[in-house]
Nanobody, 121 residues
């Protein structure tokens, strides 16, 4: 059984910070790319940041310079450090990755359960 378990969301004032975590567990090989998406009410889900197994990163333009994605390959965990938060960052944040289970030939796509981030005074 593969699981992606997220933590770290919450309510924060504008200008504040939060750190999200997403840990993959199960009999798996270490994931390649790991990513964070977000979805605000009435909006489509959008890619916020992605990181390769080697550490190459890419970001949504609106979060560049404020958010940092990182990972711990030994723990199969990806993080999203969010600084200088704005009300428009309010959304449910989801982690996503493709994971190959031990014994499988191909990876499958997995999503975390989502964690609410609310930026409000």
């Amino acid at each position: 059984q593969v699981q992606l378990v997220e933590s770290g969301g919450g309510l924060v004032q504008p200008g504040g910070s939060l750190r999200l975590s997403c840990a993959a567990s199960g009999s798996i090989f270490s994931p390649n790319g790991m990513a964070w998406f977000r979805q605000a009410p009435g909006n489509q889900r959008e890619l916020v940041a992605v990181i390769t197994r080697g550490g190459t990163t890419n970001y949504l333009n609106s979060v560049k310079g404020r958010f940092t994605i990182s990972r711990d390959n030994a723990k199969n965990t990806v993080y999203l450090q969010m600084n200088s938060l704005r009300p428009e960052d309010t959304a449910v944040y989801y982690c996503n990755t493709q994971i190959r289970r031990v014994g499988d030939t191909y990876p499958n796509d997995y999503w975390g359960q989502g964690t609410q981030v609310t930026v409000s005074s």
